[in-house]
């Protein structure tokens, strides 16, 4: 092996096992929101709660992030700065949409009157989440800052955003449990869709960023992805990097 590579190994290798570790990350949230979607949704849709199925739409969109990612770091992408950015500004729409739902929904049932009822499973799922999800949105956060891909990153942020919308489901679903004020469910929410609007809006507006930063000493490679000729990923280290040559 020449010195030039000896060099090179060690960075490359740990940015395959970065690479590793935020889909890991992704494909037990993957599992995890799956679930927790089909529980919540059995849950909202026969108890007719607006918060209980806006979470559950959350955790819909939390899962359609996680496959944005997925496709993210897929062997043609994993340098792409185009990539990262089309993948921030999907996980945006995504929000938008989310928020648009809930918001109608909820307008819908304050207009009709319709009294949800109360769900105990909806409640220990929001509770579940609670335990959950911060320490996954952590690890991803991590994971993203060593890879400098804001697309994990925001990613994470939606597992911190399911955390949020978890407290507003306890308080919206627990007020009607406890004392029958029907119309905490559809403001809880309005909460989960201003939100849902806020993580969209920083998504969307994301920094675009270069998936591996300069400063790592990583090497750059022109992508197959578009990113040619990309403030970043279009200006690339050759094999003379550091100043070794073959």
Same mark, same amino acid.
Request: hydrophobic share 45%.
């Given at each position: #092996?020449?010195?030039?590579?000896?060099?090179?190994?060690? @960075?490359?290798?740990?940015?395959? !096992?970065?690479?590793?570790?935020?889909?890991?990350?992704?494909?037990?949230?993957?599992?995890? $929101?799956?679930?927790?979607?089909?529980a919540?949704?059995?849950?909202? /849709? =026969?108890?007719?709660?607006?918060?209980?199925?806006?979470?559950? &739409?959350?955790?819909?969109?939390?899962?359609?992030?996680?496959?944005?990612?997925?496709?993210?770091?897929s062997?043609?992408? &994993?340098?792409?700065?185009?990539?990262e950015r089309?993948?921030?500004?999907?996980?945006?729409?995504? *929000?938008?949409?989310?928020?648009? *739902?809930?918001?109608?929904?909820?307008?819908?049932?304050?207009?009709?009157?319709?009294?949800p009822? @109360?769900?105990?499973?909806?409640?220990? /799922?929001?509770?579940?989440?609670? /335990?959950?999800? @911060? =320490?996954?949105? !952590?690890?991803?956060? !991590?994971v993203?800052?060593? +890879?400098?891909?804001?697309?994990v990153?925001?990613?994470? #942020?939606?597992? #911190? #955003?399911? &955390? *949020?919308?978890?407290?507003?489901l306890?308080?919206?679903?627990?007020?009607?449990?406890?004392?029958?004020?029907?119309?905490?469910?559809p403001?809880?929410?309005?909460?989960?869709?201003? /939100? &849902?609007?806020?993580a969209?809006?920083r998504?969307?507006?994301?920094?675009?960023?270069?998936?591996? =930063? =300069?400063?790592?000493? +990583?090497?750059?490679?022109?992508?197959?992805?578009?990113?040619?000729?990309?403030?970043?990923?279009?200006? $690339?280290?050759?094999?003379?990097?550091?100043?070794?040559?073959?």
């Amino acid at each position: #092996m020449s010195v030039s590579s000896a060099v090179l190994a060690s @960075p490359v290798m740990t940015r395959e !096992r970065l690479i590793f570790r935020a889909k890991a990350l992704v494909v037990f949230g993957l599992v995890w $929101h799956t679930i927790e979607a089909g529980a919540t949704l059995a849950a909202g /849709i =026969p108890a007719s709660s607006s918060a209980l199925v806006g979470f559950g &739409a959350d955790v819909t969109v939390e899962t359609i992030g996680g496959l944005i990612v997925l496709w993210r770091f897929s062997r043609v992408c &994993a340098l792409s700065e185009r990539a990262e950015r089309t993948s921030q500004q999907l996980i945006g729409l995504s *929000y938008f949409l989310l928020a648009a *739902y809930v918001a109608y929904d909820s307008s819908q049932m304050l207009l009709s009157g319709e009294h949800p009822d @109360p769900s105990g499973l909806g409640l220990g /799922i929001a509770v579940l989440s609670l /335990i959950v999800m @911060p =320490p996954l949105r !952590r690890a991803k956060g !991590r994971v993203g800052d060593r +890879l400098g891909s804001s697309a994990v990153k925001r990613e994470g #942020m939606e597992n #911190m #955003m399911c &955390a *949020y919308l978890s407290i507003c489901l306890v308080a919206g679903v627990g007020l009607n449990a406890i004392f029958g004020w029907w119309w905490a469910d559809p403001l809880a929410a309005y909460g989960v869709a201003a /939100i &849902a609007t806020i993580a969209g809006r920083r998504a969307w507006l994301g920094v675009n960023c270069c998936a591996i =930063p =300069p400063s790592t000493g +990583l090497l750059l490679q022109r992508d197959d992805c578009a990113c040619d000729g990309g403030r970043c990923c279009g200006t $690339h280290s050759d094999l003379n990097h550091g100043g070794i040559s073959n």
